[in-house]
């Protein structure tokens, strides 16, 4: 099992920053990749960023020149830098994490951390 908990959401003014934090627990040698989800009320859940183990990163185009994920290995822990935020990326955030059971690559979720941006 892999235990996911985030932390550094809240509300900021547009063109602002923050930084979520993901720490990870349990079976964490085993954890493919890693990254952020979020959700907004009435919409899918999309991927924001993704990091694998080898450090490789990827962002949804919107995001894209705003947001950086890393990934601290000593630490078990992910983090998203949000720049330049906009009332779009109003959402709940999740932490992902996925590894290999055998064939079958099984995900982890943590429980959120709410994002909201406004005047």
């Known amino acids: 099992q892999v235990q996911l908990v985030e932390s550094g959401g809240g509300l900021v003014q547009p063109g602002g920053s923050l930084r979520l934090s993901c720490a990870a627990s349990?079976?964490?040698?085993?954890?493919?990749?890693m990254g952020w989800y979020r959700q907004a009320p009435g919409k899918e859940r999309e991927l924001v960023a993704g990091?694998?183990?080898?450090?490789?990163?990827k962002y949804v185009d919107s995001v894209k020149g705003r947001f950086t994920i890393s990934r601290d290995n000593a630490k078990n822990t992910v983090y998203l830098q949000m720049n330049s935020l906009k009332s779009d990326d109003t959402a709940t955030y999740y932490c992902?994490?996925?590894?290999?059971?055998?064939?079958?690559?099984?995900?982890?979720w943590g429980k959120g951390t709410l994002v909201t941006v406004s005047s």
């Open positions: 990091i694998t183990s080898g450090g490789g990163t």
């Open positions: 992902n994490a996925n590894r290999w059971i055998g064939p079958t690559l099984v995900d982890y």
């Open positions: 349990g079976s964490i040698r085993s954890i493919n990749a």
